[in-house]
């Protein structure tokens, strides 16, 4: 199980970080989007801080998953961007959902994986 948790924890690090180095860089041109995701999408782009908040917190997240520190720290960060991803891709854009579907299934293994770390925050 140690092994599995590396490869999960490793894909999903390098994962994090090809998207937000992509997104920082511009690697790649704009896709083409439609209907209430374009809406959406002009949005996130008008607020000018929050796609590189967003950015900004996977590509820590994927420092820390690829690095192995502060892994614990991690999971519960990028939490709330996987949900996101996830929401938004099955609402808006479904052609995506498998890929967001996989990072959000991740995550939670591996906030299974280190559950014992988390056992403090929920005793009374």
């Given at each position: 199980?140690?092994?599995?948790t590396?490869?999960?924890r490793?894909?999903?690090g390098l994962?994090?970080?090809?998207?937000?180095?992509g997104f920082?860089l511009k690697?790649f041109p704009?896709?083409?989007?439609t209907g209430d995701f374009?809406?959406?999408q002009?949005g996130?782009?008008?607020?000018?801080?929050?796609?590189p908040?967003?950015k900004?917190?996977e590509?820590?997240?994927?420092?820390?998953?690829?690095s192995g520190?502060?892994?614990?720290?991690?999971?519960?960060?990028?939490l709330?961007?996987?949900?996101?991803i996830?929401?938004?891709?099955?609402?808006?854009?479904?052609?995506n959902?498998?890929?967001?579907?996989?990072l959000?299934?991740g995550?939670?293994?591996?906030?299974?994986r280190y559950?014992?770390?988390?056992?403090?925050?929920?005793?009374?």
């Open positions: 199980m140690k092994i599995v590396i490869i999960i490793t894909l999903i994962f994090l970080l090809f998207v937000s180095i920082f690697l704009e896709p083409v989007t374009k809406a959406f002009v996130l782009i008008a607020s000018s801080y929050l796609m908040l967003a900004s917190v590509l820590l997240c994927g420092l820390s998953y690829v520190k502060y892994v614990t720290l991690a999971n519960i960060v990028i709330p961007v996987t949900l996101n996830l929401l938004i891709n099955y609402f808006m854009t479904p052609d959902l498998p890929i967001a579907g996989l959000f299934l995550n939670l293994f591996m906030i299974y559950w014992s770390n988390y056992k403090t925050i929920f005793t009374p």
